[in-house]
């Protein structure tokens, strides 16, 4: 189940991924500290993916292997 988790978490972060190029290049437009605007609009886009991506991930590692 997990690894099923972890390829439906990593679709979505890419699917995601174009819109939160976009939504980063359009937030370090006009400000004078681009780096991190581009960074926070990434993250406004990409945070609930990468979460999803996160937690799946750590799931793995702590689950245990011996089923």
Known sequence: MTIVQI???TILFFACL???LFVGGMAS???????VQFCLGF??????PLLCLLLSLTKLLIQPSGK
């Open 43 to 48: 993250l406004f886009a990409e945070g609930i």
């Open 29 to 35: 437009y006009t400000s004078s500290d681009t780096i």
């Open 7 to 9: 390829v439906i978490s």
């Open 18 to 20: 174009p819109m939160g």
